[in-house]
T-cell receptor
Framework: SQKIEQNSEALNIQEGKTATLTCNYT??????LQWYRQDPGRGPVFLLL?????KEKRKERLKVTFDTTLKQSLFHITASQPADSATYLC????????????FGKGTKLSVKP | GAGVSQSPSNKVTEKGKDVELRCDPI?????LYWYRQSLGQGLEFLIY????????KSGLPSDRFSAERTGGSVSTLTIQRTQQEDSAVYLC?????????????FGPGTRLTVT
């Protein structure tokens, strides 16, 4: 069955360091992948989308890579700040360009000052 | 502009009762999605709408769950004869179209507790 795994439930890093979150998938061939941020008690907020023909995408301090051979996406936050502390979710589209997103369980990032 | 709104924000109900959860999507968004999130779990897809029709209901956990959307806008998710395992946060999202390369905008969710 299709499966999405985010490497760890929690990641603790020091302010100023680069946070790297991993999303792996199996039995799946997505054309794109999305990353969302979720704060406690709130709905997820879209951050970035990367397509299968894009190796890397950047937005301010965020960088996403997509390796369809490894079936993996990496999400990086450079120069991390305590305000980056949140849960980060990766999501894959099912059923081609329509249908629904399948979400990973998320990685809770804590950035310590 | 206004984002996705959901009501109620919290709902406590007794086992066996029916509940209705409401979602107001962003104006002009044709796609609407329902998910639920249990403690420590990821988002579980329930159903999505394209306009007023629901092409995919495969995520609904049982026949106690149903959803409708009217006027291409407001949607209600109904759970009949609630069970304790239905306790979760129910999230609604809308998107400009059903094309999944468009971002989804989420509401704040309804926290349902079945006692």
């Amino acid at each position: 069955s299709q499966k999405i795994e985010q490497n760890s439930e929690a990641l603790n890093i020091q302010e100023g360091k680069t946070a790297t979150l991993t999303c792996n998938y199996t039995n799946y061939s997505p054309a794109y992948l999305q990353w969302y941020r979720q704060d406690p008690g709130r709905g997820p907020v879209f951050l970035l989308l990367i397509r299968e023909n894009e190796k890397e995408k950047r937005k301010e301090r965020l960088k996403v890579t997509f390796d369809t051979t490894l079936k993996q996406s990496l999400f990086h936050i450079t120069a991390s700040q305590p305000a980056d502390s949140a849960t980060y979710l990766c999501a894959l589209g099912r059923g081609g360009s329509q249908g629904n997103l399948i979400f990973g369980k998320g990685t809770k990032l804590s950035v310590k000052p | 502009g206004a984002g996705v709104s959901q009501s109620p924000s919290n709902k406590v109900t007794e086992k066996g009762k029916d509940v209705e959860l409401r979602c107001d999507p962003i104006s002009g968004h044709t796609a609407l999605y329902w998910y639920r999130q249990s403690l420590g779990q990821g988002l579980e897809f329930l159903i999505y709408f394209q306009g007023n029709s629901a092409p995919d209901k495969s995520g609904l956990p049982s026949d106690r769950f149903s959803a409708e959307r009217t006027g291409g806008s407001v949607s209600t998710l109904t759970i009949q004869r609630t069970q304790q395992e239905d306790s979760a946060v129910y999230l609604c999202a809308s998107s400009l179209t059903v094309d999944l390369t468009y971002e989804q905008y989420f509401g704040p969710g309804t926290r349902l507790t079945v006692t």
